[in-house]
């Protein structure tokens, strides 16, 4: 039934499940809206002129399908592209002139130590303070301190809590855990993540769901009673990390909810 379900929402030109599909105005199929830039005539039933409507359903419903990274991270089609941003397996292309490099994050710091240690030495280092890390702590937004990324790919500072949620030591980490709000701000910068969406404290992105949820959408449910073994994505179960994010929302992140009103 799923693969019946993915003929219909496959873009007939790349043959993939849409990417911001788009509906041909003339015999209504779906098409990616990168693949159909340009096009004169519809490239399934070679009507002119060609114009396509932007399908929101159909876009929400691609979104919303499951997908697991080639790392086992299991998330949405929606935060796929998020997640590759911190992923380890993801391919970076190293930018050094004629250089050429191109391999996952997490051999990419080697290959930059291997082959243009010179450039880091002189991009991080000093006369007085030689360079000692590829990656330095980042200003803890708003916040006396130094954040820095945890096991998880989240940002820690360090500090007490102002309000303790119960569920961690009162700290904003060190390692793993819960944050404060401040290096949350830089858990959504350094992901780039729109409106809506927060990082709950085992580093998956989590967002609101149909039922003004929040789900981080990863298969980590199974054998849980009334569950098909993922977090939402839309509408269901949480997980134990969502959860405890839905709730940190009234008393931690209110600067953050506050601010998504105001845009």
Known sequence: M????NDHLSCPICIEICTNAVETACCSHLLCENCCMGLRSCPVCRCE???VNVNKVIRRMVGAMPVQCKCGVSTTRADLSA????????SVVCNVANCGYSGPNE????????VHSDKLISHYGSPQQPASAFAPPRDCIG?????RIGSTGKYYCGQQFAHVCGCCNGVCGPRSGCNCENCMMLDIESRALPKGHLVNKQGRIARVGEDNTWYCGAKVMEGVFGCDGWCGPTNGPQCPACQQLQGQLAFRYTAIVASWARH
């Open 49 to 51: 002129p060609f114009k």
């Open 2 to 5: 799923v693969e019946h379900l």
């Open 143 to 147: 916040a006396k301190g130094r954040a």
């Open 83 to 90: 997640h590759e941003k911190v992923c380890p397996m993801h």
């Open 107 to 114: 051999a990419f710091l080697k290959h930059i130590i291997d």
